[in-house]
């Protein structure tokens, strides 16, 4: 079997372009008589690599000067731990709750401080966003806490909350981990946004902390100097070794990104390529998806079978017709199809031509 269309929601999809450079310069990179993987991180070769990365994703993701981009470890579940341990100075922080993603947030960061639900979408399942205005948002708020796109149940802000307009000084904080790079970022409303890379921007271990200089520096007394980003930032990320391989790839799928036109050209494709997906969905007599139209989410989007007893048998041939990974989340169930920017057009096609005979033939 040749590479099949691969709808994992993470670690997911990758460009091919970029496993057959990855792949060619494993051995020896750029005639250094190394891989990269065997490279210091102090090294001329590898500090090369890493200025390279941080300046495309500075360009590609218009990030303002007074914004630092950290490269750092432990995924989007220690940016968890890790963001109130820096931001919230022992005191309290605000949360809205939609999905999975968010709800773990406001969990872990109780361990730091007082965190508290500003406004949550439960009530409805998780398919709907709750309105900015009606957002309960504390005076003494250290910060408020948002997740961009809830992977899990397929919900997306399209626009950022302008926190100022409601009378709100507290920084923004986004989790981006799965839509990063898959649609431009509005910095002025935004304190600090973090993300795993393995959804959108490369292999698994490289957690990407975009972060306003003037939020950096508050760190509490245990936070660990690992994760302490003031410490990360005066050392340009290297306080300790970086994921060194995971930073190089991520650079090359930033190069990549730059050759398909930046992520203004991504945008346009992840609209047509989920508008293929829901406008199929909406019009299937089998299949649904159950997440408000204003809120769907263009990297995710889970999917029933009105006929659950279906399910195994739609995996199956699935799997067969090489459109790979379509089972939901278990807390969810169902289907979910990942659409990250990797995923080419002729994916999507694929999968809902698929999906389009699967409904015929068990009609
Ligand atoms: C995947 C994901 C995470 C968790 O990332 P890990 O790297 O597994 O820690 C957090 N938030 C969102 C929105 C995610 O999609």
Redesign the pocket.
């Known amino acids: 079997m040749g590479r099949a269309f691969n709808f994992s929601a993470?670690p997911a999809v990758m460009p091919e372009a970029v496993l057959q450079q990855a792949a060619s310069e494993m051995l020896d990179w750029h005639g250094s008589g190394m891989s990269v993987m065997e490279m210091s991180h102090r090294g001329k070769e590898f500090i090369s690599i890493y200025e390279q990365a941080e300046a495309d994703l500075r360009e590609l993701l218009a990030v303002p000067d007074h914004f630092k981009i950290l490269f750092m470890q432990?995924?989007?579940?220690?940016e968890n731990a890790i963001v109130p341990l820096n931001l919230s100075q022992g005191g309290a922080m605000d949360f809205v709750l939609t999905g999975s993603?968010s709800q773990k947030s406001l969990k872990e960061a109780g361990k730091y401080g007082q965190a508290r639900v500003a406004a949550s979408a439960q009530a409805d399942g998780f398919t709907t966003l709750p309105a900015p205005a009606t957002w309960q948002i504390g005076a003494d708020s250290r910060y408020v806490h948002i997740?961009g796109?809830?992977?899990i149940h397929g919900v997306e802000f399209h626009e950022l909350p302008d926190l100022k307009a409601l009378g709100c000084d507290a920084p923004l904080v986004v989790?981006f981990?799965?839509h990063v790079a898959s649609r431009p970022v509005n910095w002025s409303r935004v304190g600090l946004a973090f993300?795993?890379a393995?959804?959108n921007l490369g292999p698994?271990g490289l957690?990407l902390v975009i972060v306003r200089e003037d939020l950096i520096g508050n760190a509490l007394p245990h936070c660990p100097s690992a994760f302490d980003y003031k410490l990360v930032s005066d050392n340009q990320s290297m306080y300790n070794t970086p994921p060194t391989y995971s930073i190089y790839i991520a650079g090359l799928v930033f190069q990549w990104l730059k050759q398909q036109g930046g992520i203004a050209a991504m945008e346009q494709r992840n609209i047509a390529k989920a508008q293929l997906l829901y406008d199929f969905l909406d019009s299937s007599s089998l299949f649904e998806n159950r997440v408000a139209q204003d809120c769907r989410s263009r990297m995710n989007v889970p999917f029933f079978l009105r006929d659950e007893s279906r399910n195994e048998a739609f995996l199956a041939g699935a799997k067969a017709a090489n459109l790979l990974q379509l089972k939901g989340h278990k807390s969810v169930g169902g289907m979910r199809a990942s659409i990250y920017n990797a995923m080419p057009i002729e994916g999507i096609q694929a999968l809902v031509a698929f999906m389009r005979e699967f409904e015929k033939t068990q009609a």
Do not use: P, R, V, Y
Request: aromatic content about 4%; overall charge negative; proline content about 0%.
């Open positions: 993470g432990g995924g989007g579940l220690a993603w997740c796109n809830e992977t989790d981990s799965s993300g795993g393995q959804k698994a957690t």
